[in-house]
């Protein structure tokens, strides 16, 4: 991909602009994070479900490790007890929030494919936070809709973490602006995807890369502009947009 940050003399870089605090500018510093900040915090139970994760021929949907510290960070802060992940695999995702949320806290969590989660349930399990997970296989999108037929579920989501089909991000979005309660969180996930963002039209991107990113173009200009949410969007792992509901 193309280096996105440089200047040419007569115009200057973006980087160089007043209040441009980019700090992330290699791998060896992801690494310095990720070895300084990140795996020495890591819960073994995390650091098990990553390294069987590893092992698996779709490894690249993992969340990364620092992300699961994120997120992690982030319910405590907001006390979430009540959530919802949508895209699961092997649950990396899945097993931050549980271990992040009180005893009585929920994870609804909804994935197309059972087959990744048994991969790492055995794990969740021996971590003790299996209990707080109700695990729905099945595409996402008619289960939410039965929610919002119900006005139980209404504002009833401290968080919802999307991390599934990228084309159907904004269909999710029209239904989960209902479901989080105001002042709740949707954390939306790889809205940065892979750098293709800002790629130029003849980069030679990988088909699925290409395929989603028109999708999460759309996407981050909708959530930019939705009065509803107050945004900020951070490049950990991915990228992910927090959108915090304000009515
Ligand atoms: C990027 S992975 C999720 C990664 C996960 N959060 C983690 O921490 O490892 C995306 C997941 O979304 C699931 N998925 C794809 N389409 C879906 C749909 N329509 N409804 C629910 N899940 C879907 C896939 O089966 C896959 O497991």
């Known amino acids: 991909m193309a280096a996105v940050n440089g200047g040419s003399e007569s115009q200057p870089a973006k980087h160089q602009e007043v209040g441009h605090k980019s700090l992330l500018q290699s791998d060896a510093l992801y690494q310095y994070i990720l070895e300084t900040s990140v795996y020495p915090r890591?819960?073994?139970?995390?650091?098990?479900?990553?390294?069987?994760?590893a092992k698996h021929p779709w490894n690249l949907m993992t969340t990364s490790a620092d992300e699961g510290q994120f997120l992690s960070l982030?319910?405590?802060?907001?006390?979430?007890?009540?959530?919802?992940?949508?895209?699961?695999y092997t649950g990396y995702s899945l097993l931050s929030t549980a271990l992040a949320l009180p005893d009585d806290g929920?994870?609804?969590?909804?994935?197309?494919?059972?087959?990744?989660?048994?991969?790492?349930?055995?794990?969740?399990?021996?971590?003790?936070?299996?209990?707080?997970?109700?695990?729905?296989?099945?595409?996402?999108?008619?289960?939410?809709?039965?929610?919002?037929?119900?006005?139980?579920?209404?504002?009833?989501?401290?968080?919802?973490?999307?991390?599934?089909?990228?084309?159907?991000?904004?269909n999710y979005h029209k239904r989960l602006i209902d479901l989080v309660k105001i002042g709740g969180v949707i954390g939306y996930d790889n809205t940065l995807w892979n750098g293709s963002l800002v790629a130029p039209p003849d980069a030679p991107l990988r088909k699925y890369v290409r395929y989603y990113?028109?999708?999460?173009?759309?996407?981050?200009?909708?959530?930019?502009?939705?009065?509803?949410?107050e945004i900020c969007q951070l490049p950990v792992g991915d990228g992910i947009t927090l959108c915090r509901r304000v009515y």
């Open 42 to 53: 890591e819960p073994e139970s995390m650091k098990e479900l990553r390294e069987v994760t």
């Open 74 to 88: 982030l319910l405590k802060l907001i006390n979430a007890k009540n959530t919802m992940e949508i895209g699961v």
């Open 106 to 170: 929920k994870i609804l969590a909804l994935d197309i494919n059972r087959e990744n989660y048994e991969i790492g349930l055995p794990i969740i399990e021996k971590a003790g936070v299996a209990y707080k997970i109700d695990f729905r296989e099945g595409p996402a999108l008619p289960l939410l809709d039965q929610m919002i037929n119900d006005e139980n579920f209404h504002g009833s989501f401290d968080f919802i973490f999307v991390d599934a089909d990228k084309d159907n991000y904004l």
């Open 213 to 229: 990113r028109d999708f999460v173009l759309e996407l981050n200009k909708a959530l930019a502009m939705d009065p509803r949410i």
